[in-house]
């Protein structure tokens, strides 16, 4: 996965927006506005009549390159995630006030917008505008409907913002140190903040909390502490960094006790949230997050039929298989059972735990070789790509992530997180490796890096709609990395072998179950027995993998089902071109043209596609 897409979600930045006071003023008023979903009605508008550069064209532009620039100086953590450091030594409070700055905001440019007429607008232009108006009406229901500020505790935390003023190299380190000094300042009231922002928080998201803050007082420690003394601050500087240092490592700690002393009552299950959010808020949360023109649950819907569909095609390879590895056995009849003995034969070959990350690393550049010897995709080798373990700030949420830089730091390193495998008890370690065998890791590593993530977020550095960037769209993300799997398999790679489509057809089904979990937890109530029984008996998981996952649905909602719903509507798109266009129809152009719209919504990059295809013909 792209790590919450690139860390800050929408409701992480706004996880920060206020102190819910015993009165509450922000009752919400109706939202207005643009619906993601009936883009493809308003887009394939004809625009042959429409100027390039329309007064409402140069109206829009403007008005969003304002909007972008306060939106950083309220979000200034989100604006360091994107590359731009003009406010890095800022630190925004979460504090009743902010989220009323952050309403007014909202409230404010979605008026605005508003008046801009989209029938005057490009196809690009009424896109980007659709986009905006999205995200300004999320960012009013997360304020005064969703309210996650009052009960997901994970959602405060500084470090992210920290690590990377630390370990990009922006500007010089003493340059940075300097901000990173001066963004301290606020860190205690953050975490004052923070304690009186929560009421009753959901018990997930407050075990994660402990873990992540745990890990957030790695960037401040001592390795901080020696980049501090080799630097050329002066002697004063370097006093009251160490104040301020001391300072915010009171305030996480004094953080992390409440926390504890909370999770020491939940026995009294009264007294915590229910992380399940329901099928009101999970709609609409799915409306604003997925944007693909269907509800959630016309997309769980099509997951069951689609889990059936793999099946058969499992079945199929299992029986091919069988001769191979169990000659001398009966094939059972039960087909799940069948299927999950190739599997678990299949899952014997995996690296050790020492040797995880060494193997992830090793194959990135087979993956590079193969992409330019079938000319898939141009790729920019001068984009650093750098493997890592996960950062203790991160871990506990996903097996493995991409971080990636913004728009405005384009030749920053890309880090590809994975989790330390090193460290685990052999027991885990090894239902982790079985997971992740030989086969299974070829697939991770193309959709995390080559031609998954990475290759698409270098991509979307290189759009011009910023717009259609910095407010990315979580289906069209990781549908894209799921797609990469497919197309890469289909390509030829690891030569059409059985035990490898196999297993790819494994990984797939975990997208297509991933939205059956996701909905059956947050909407139909489903308990973590019911979970992993789906997830291992039919999904074919191993207990550790599965374990995570239920975790990670009562950690997250509607996220999970960004998988399938961008890639059904990925491979739905390709097959679309290939008919229009037939024999000129080019798989590399295809993709190419596909990233090259940024992190849009996949209905929103059709409508562009098509239009484009008109407009040639």
Same mark, same amino acid.
């Given at each position: 996965?792209?790590?919450?897409?690139?860390?800050?979600?929408?409701?992480?930045?706004?996880?920060?927006?206020?102190?819910?006071?015993?009165?509450?003023?922000?009752?919400?008023?109706?939202?207005?506005?643009?619906?993601?979903?009936?883009?493809?009605?308003?887009?394939?508008?004809t625009?042959?009549?429409?100027?390039?550069?329309?007064?409402?064209?140069?109206?829009?532009?403007?008005?969003?390159?304002?909007?972008?620039?306060?939106?950083?100086?309220?979000?200034?953590?989100?604006?360091?995630?994107?590359?731009?450091?003009?406010?890095?030594?800022?630190?925004?409070?979460?504090?009743?006030?902010? /989220?009323?700055?952050?309403?007014?905001?909202?409230?404010?440019?979605?008026?605005?917008?508003?008046?801009?007429?989209?029938?005057?607008?490009?196809?690009?232009?009424?896109?980007?505008?659709a986009?905006?108006?999205?995200?300004?009406? #999320?960012?009013?229901?997360?304020?005064?409907?969703?309210?996650?500020?009052?009960?997901?505790?994970?959602?405060?935390?500084?470090?992210?913002?920290?690590?990377?003023?630390?370990?990009?190299?922006?500007?010089?380190?003493?340059? /940075?140190?300097?901000?990173?000094?001066?963004?301290?300042?606020?860190?205690?009231?953050?975490?004052?903040?923070? #304690?009186?922002?929560?009421?009753?928080?959901?018990?997930p998201?407050?075990?994660?909390?402990?873990?992540?803050?745990?890990?957030?007082?790695?960037?401040?420690?001592?390795?901080?502490?020696?980049?501090?003394?080799?630097?050329?601050?002066?002697?004063?500087?370097?006093?009251?960094?160490?104040?301020?240092?001391?300072?915010?490592?009171?305030?996480?700690?004094?953080?992390?006790?409440?926390?504890?002393?909370?999770?020491?009552?939940?026995?009294?299950?009264?007294?915590?949230?229910?992380?399940?959010?329901?099928?009101k808020?999970?709609?609409?949360?799915?409306h604003?997050?997925?944007?693909?023109?269907?509800s959630?649950?016309?997309?769980?819907?099509?997951?069951?039929?689609?889990?059936?569909?793999?099946?058969?095609?499992?079945?199929?390879?299992?029986? /091919?298989?069988?001769?191979k590895?169990?000659a001398?056995?009966?094939?059972?009849?039960?087909?799940?059972?069948?299927?999950?003995?190739?599997?678990?034969?299949?899952?014997?070959?995996h690296a050790?735990?020492?040797?995880?990350?060494?193997?992830?690393?090793?194959?990135?550049?087979?993956?590079?070789?193969?992409?330019?010897?079938?000319?898939?995709?141009?790729?920019?080798?001068?984009?650093?790509?750098v493997?890592?373990?996960?950062?203790?700030?991160?871990q506990?949420?996903?097996?493995?992530?991409?971080?990636?830089?913004?728009?405005?730091?384009?030749?920053?390193n890309?880090?590809?997180?994975?989790?330390?495998?090193?460290?685990?008890?052999?027991?885990?370690?090894?239902?982790?490796?079985?997971e992740y065998?030989?086969?299974?890791?070829?697939?991770?590593?193309?959709?995390?890096?080559?031609?998954?993530?990475?290759?698409?977020?270098?991509?979307?550095n290189?759009?011009?709609?910023?717009?259609?960037?910095?407010?990315?769209?979580?289906?069209?993300?990781?549908?894209?990395?799921?797609?990469? #799997?497919?197309?890469?398999?289909?390509?030829?790679?690891?030569?059409?072998?059985?035990?490898?489509?196999?297993?790819?057809?494994?990984?797939?089904?975990?997208?297509?179950?991933?939205?059956?979990?996701?909905?059956?937890?947050?909407?139909?109530?489903?308990?973590?027995?019911?979970?992993?029984?789906?997830?291992?008996?039919?999904?074919?998981?191993?207990?550790? #993998?599965?374990?995570?996952?239920?975790?990670?649905?009562?950690?997250?909602?509607?996220?999970?089902?960004?998988?399938?719903?961008?890639?059904?509507?990925?491979?739905?798109?390709?097959?679309?071109?290939?008919q229009?266009?037939?024999d000129?129809?080019?798989?590399?152009?295809?993709h190419?043209?596909?990233?090259?719209?940024?992190?849009?919504?996949?209905?929103?990059? /059709?409508?562009?596609?098509?239009?484009?295809?008109?407009?040639?013909?």
């Open positions: 996965m792209k790590q919450l897409m690139t860390v800050f979600t929408l409701a992480t930045l706004l996880c920060a927006c206020g102190e819910k006071s015993g009165q509450t003023n922000d009752a919400i008023d109706e939202n207005g506005g643009s619906d993601i979903s009936t883009l493809s009605s308003e887009a394939s508008q625009t042959a009549d429409v100027h390039p550069h329309s007064n409402a064209d140069q109206s829009l532009q403007a008005l969003s390159n304002q909007m972008i620039e306060r939106m950083w100086h309220l979000f200034p953590s989100w604006a360091i995630s994107n590359g731009y450091y003009k406010v890095a030594e800022m630190l925004e409070v979460p504090d009743k006030h902010y /989220r009323q700055q952050v309403l007014g905001f909202a409230r404010e440019y979605r008026n605005h917008f508003s008046r801009i007429k989209q029938d005057e607008l490009d196809v690009n232009e009424r896109t980007d505008l986009l905006i108006n999205n995200f300004l009406d #999320e960012t009013i229901w997360n304020l005064t409907q969703f309210k996650s500020f009052e009960w997901d505790p994970s959602q405060y935390n500084v470090s992210h913002g920290f690590a990377l003023i630390l370990n990009t190299d922006y500007a010089p380190l003493d340059d /940075r140190l300097r901000t990173f000094s001066n963004r301290m300042q606020n860190v205690p009231a953050y975490y004052v903040a923070a #304690e009186k922002s929560l009421r009753n928080p959901a018990a998201q407050l075990v994660l909390a402990i873990q992540q803050n745990e890990g957030a007082k790695s960037v401040f420690g001592e390795d901080l502490e020696q980049k501090l003394a080799a630097s050329g601050l002066s002697d004063q500087e370097k006093e009251l960094f160490n104040i301020r240092l001391d300072a915010s490592r009171k305030a996480i700690e004094e953080y992390i006790v409440l926390l504890q002393t909370l999770q020491a009552q939940m026995d009294n299950a009264d007294s915590f949230s229910d992380f399940r959010i329901g099928e808020r999970y709609e609409e949360k799915f604003y997050d997925i944007q693909i023109g269907m959630g649950e016309e997309l769980y819907r099509r997951a069951l039929r689609e889990k059936d569909r793999l099946h058969l095609k499992m079945d199929e390879l299992a029986n /091919r298989l069988w001769p590895y169990f001398d056995e009966p094939r059972p009849k039960d087909v799940l059972v069948k299927i999950s003995k190739v599997l678990e034969k299949l899952s014997e070959h050790t735990k020492e040797s995880f990350k060494a193997e992830v690393e090793k194959q990135i550049p087979q993956l590079v070789a193969f992409v330019k010897e079938k000319d898939l995709l141009s790729l920019d080798e001068e984009k650093p790509l493997v890592r373990t996960t950062p203790p700030y991160m506990g949420f996903a097996v493995a992530s991409i971080n990636a830089p913004g728009p405005y730091d384009k030749g920053a890309t880090y590809y997180n994975v989790m330390p495998v090193a460290e685990m008890p052999d027991n885990r370690a090894e239902s982790f490796l079985r065998n030989t086969y299974l890791m070829q697939i991770l590593n193309i959709h995390e890096a080559i031609p998954g993530h990475y290759t698409q977020l270098v991509y979307a290189q759009s011009p709609s910023l717009i259609k960037n910095i407010l990315g769209n979580g289906a069209m993300i990781e549908g894209w990395a799921v797609y990469a #799997e497919r197309m890469m398999l289909e390509a030829g790679y690891g030569d059409f072998s059985p035990e490898l489509w196999m297993m790819y057809y494994k990984w797939n089904l975990r997208t297509v179950v991933n939205t059956i979990l996701d909905y059956s937890v947050q909407v139909k109530g489903m308990e973590e027995s019911a979970a992993l029984e789906l997830l291992m008996k039919q999904g074919f998981q191993q207990q550790a #993998e599965a374990m995570g996952k239920w975790r990670r649905a009562t950690l997250s909602q509607v996220q999970l089902t960004s998988y399938f719903a961008g890639y059904m509507d990925i491979m739905a798109l390709r097959e679309e071109i290939k229009l266009l037939g000129q129809f080019n798989l590399k152009q295809f190419e043209q596909f990233l090259s719209y940024g992190n849009a919504p996949v209905p929103v990059i /059709r409508e562009l596609m098509l239009a484009d295809i008109k407009k040639k013909n």
